[in-house]
């Protein structure tokens, strides 16, 4: 399939843009390298362009002959989003609804969305389910429900059919260290605690008064080449049958900060400096997935997951880049 992947040149993007490729997918990398690396996308067609640009969008999605959207292209820090609320509106919602008219105009009708645990807010339950209350506590998370209900009536009226991947924490790299995380600046805890081992300078961890185990924040981690897995078994079961529908993309498995720390001094080999500060605005307590859904109707189920796997693979990466940035 001719697949077009917004926002391919991140982090996420770009190792899934990679994966699909391997899995036999015509890929073409659409970013603005705003936040995204060039170098990330070597060895596919990369076009450097905004999402926000319609008559752009309309001209690729023409000349390739695209039939399939995946759409990873959004600002994703919760604490910039509460500084800044505008940008994210204005990138996250309106630059996808300019891609989604792009998409109606020219026939292409398949959309694959990168969503986020962050529609729910802080839950009511755990694990958290798909039909649980949405009630975001940051304009980010806002953003993401505000597309996923775009969606559904660009489905009831339009006809493109969408599958929105709602997935916790991104973490890790690929197995050969070579593809990882490179955000400018930071928000990842998992990355700033290896940066901050590579660089031996003590580490900020905010918030350690929630009601949880031990104080500090708890998530759910998800080993990103189990993550971009499942963009390609959603892409290939909405080519199967059109139907929209959302799936949560998690272990069911939560860690807190203070755990994740104790991982990464287990594999470094090594104590760490980290200091503990007060709660970043829109911080959610607790997210855990219950990813029974997806497990069930498309049979994914996570390889890569389990906190070693994704220290050790996110720690190759940060010392090979840390090499020659």
């Known amino acids: 399939m001719k697949v077009l992947v917004t926002g391919g040149a991140g982090y996420i993007g770009s190792i899934t843009s990679h994966e699909l490729a391997k899995?036999?997918?015509?890929?073409?990398?659409?970013?603005?390298?705003?936040?995204?690396?060039?170098?990330?996308?070597?060895?596919?067609?990369?076009?450097?362009?905004?999402?926000?640009?319609k008559d752009f969008?309309?001209?690729?999605?023409?000349?390739?002959?695209?039939?399939?959207?995946?759409?990873?292209?959004?600002?994703?820090?919760?604490?910039?989003?509460?500084r800044d609320p505008y940008q994210y509106f204005q990138n996250n919602v309106y630059g996808t609804l300019q891609l989604l008219a792009a998409m109606r105009e020219v026939g292409v009708n398949k959309f694959i969305f990168s969503s986020s645990a962050g529609v729910y807010g802080n839950p009511q339950r755990l694990p958290i389910k798909e039909d649980d209350n949405k009630e975001p506590t940051n304009p980010y998370g806002e953003t993401k429900v505000m597309v996923e209900k775009i969606l559904s009536w660009f489905e009831k009226i339009h006809q493109v059919h969408s599958i929105s991947l709602r997935y916790f924490n991104a973490a890790g790299a690929t197995l050969d260290g070579k593809l990882g995380e490179a955000h400018d600046p930071e928000s990842h805890l998992i990355p700033n605690l290896l940066k901050a081992a590579l660089t031996d300078k003590p580490v900020t961890i905010f918030g350690n008064d929630y009601p949880t185990l031990d104080g500090t924040c708890?998530?759910?981690?998800?080993?990103?080449?189990?993550?971009?897995?499942?963009?390609?078994?959603?892409?290939?079961?909405?080519?199967?049958?059109?139907?929209?529908?959302?799936?949560?993309?998690?272990?069911?498995?939560?860690?807190?900060?203070?755990?994740?720390l104790a991982m990464i001094e287990k594999v470094i080999g090594k104590p760490l400096k980290a200091n503990y500060a007060s709660r970043r605005p829109g911080d959610a307590a607790e997210l855990v997935a219950d990813s029974a859904k997806l497990q069930t109707e498309l049979g994914w189920r996570p390889q890569y997951s389990d906190l070693e796997t994704i220290v050790k693979t996110a720690f190759s990466w940060h010392k090979q880049s840390y090499e020659w940035r």
């Not at 990398?29 to 999402?51: F, K, M, P, R």
């Not at 690729?60 to 604490?79: M, N, P, S």
């Not at 390609?232 to 529908?245: D, E, G, Q, V, W």
């Open 23 to 53: 899995s036999g997918h015509e890929v073409a990398v659409y970013d603005s390298l705003v936040h995204g690396h060039e170098w990330a996308v070597q060895g596919l067609e990369l076009i450097v362009g905004e999402t926000q640009d």
């Open 57 to 82: 969008l309309l001209k690729i999605l023409k000349e390739r002959q695209i039939e399939a959207v995946i759409h990873f292209a959004a600002f994703i820090e919760v604490a910039e989003s509460m």
């Open 218 to 260: 708890v998530r759910d981690y998800i080993h990103v080449l189990d993550l971009a897995k499942a963009h390609i078994m959603a892409l290939a079961a909405l080519n199967k049958t059109p139907k929209s529908t959302v799936y949560n993309v998690g272990t069911g498995k939560g860690y807190s900060n203070k755990q994740v």
